[in-house]
């Protein structure tokens, strides 16, 4: 079963939307488990603090190394086989093939972060990996959190209705999705492009290849400049 582990200030947004739809169901199945540790619970004062003042000054506050290694080692013990990721916006962008390794694994332990960010301390000695969800910053590591499980979870067997369903979508072969069209054949004087409606299934493939590179062309030129660019 693939678990997840999410250490965090908040566990209250957890499921959050994750308790809903094809993940919640899942959740309710015991397909994945998820798990939501608060971190203050491992402060050591009065006022259960997890943050201080930047060294070296600076605006902020920094997560401290301490109370969150003790936040990591009670939830992720050294026997533990799942990867333990830091959201954070200097993290290696997440991708479909990062996914695709995490829901083919035992499940993850995710910190998230708040603040300023967390102490490289503790990134260093608890083998931290960092992971990005995109170019902009978020109040905290939770949102980013909720998309990285929901794009794992719903990649699990059993999860999607027809497993198959995701084999085209955008990402999976290095090329944005082809257009979608459904009933009514005219809508508004706009019809389903013919070839769809033909049942000719070679041109039909061959006709979405085709629109997915045009739109990757169009609008993320940089998928197809990568050098695993899939074959034409």
């Known amino acids: 079963m693939f678990r997840a582990t999410v250490l965090t200030l908040y566990p209250e947004m957890f499921p959050g939307t994750l308790g809903l739809s094809l993940a919640g169901r899942a959740l309710e199945t015991d397909t994945w488990a998820l798990e939501a540790v608060q971190i203050r619970d491992f402060a050591t004062d009065r006022h259960r603090t997890v943050d201080d003042t930047p060294a070296g000054g600076g605006a902020g506050m920094v997560m401290r190394a301490d109370v969150l290694a003790r936040a990591i080692d009670h939830a992720s013990p050294v026997s533990d086989p799942r990867p333990r990721l830091l959201m954070s916006p200097r993290g290696k962008p997440l991708t479909q093939e990062k996914v695709r ?5 035992p499940g993850a332990v995710i910190l998230c972060g708040r603040f300023e960010g967390v ?3 503790l990134i260093e000695a608890r083998g931290l990996e960092e992971v990005s969800v995109g170019d902009f910053i978020l109040s905290g590591g939770e949102p980013a959190a ?4 929901d794009a794992v979870v719903r990649l699990l067997p ?3 209705g027809n497993e198959a369903s995701g084999d ?7 090329l944005l999705e082809h257009p979608h069209y459904t009933r009514p054949q005219e809508w508004e004087g ?6 769809l ?10 006709w979405r290849r085709a629109e997915a590179e045009k739109l990757t062309a169009e609008r ?7 050098p695993d660019k899939p074959a034409t």
């Open 101 to 105: 390794d995490l829901a083919a694994g």
């Open 119 to 121: 102490d490289q301390r």
């Open 146 to 149: 909720l998309v990285l499980l």
């Open 158 to 160: 059993g999860v999607m």
């Open 168 to 174: 085209e979508e955008s990402f999976e072969n290095g």
């Open 190 to 195: 706009r019809a389903i492009p013919d070839v």
């Open 197 to 206: 409606v033909s049942g000719n299934h070679k041109k039909i493939a061959a």
């Open 220 to 226: 993320r030129p940089d998928l197809l400049a990568r």
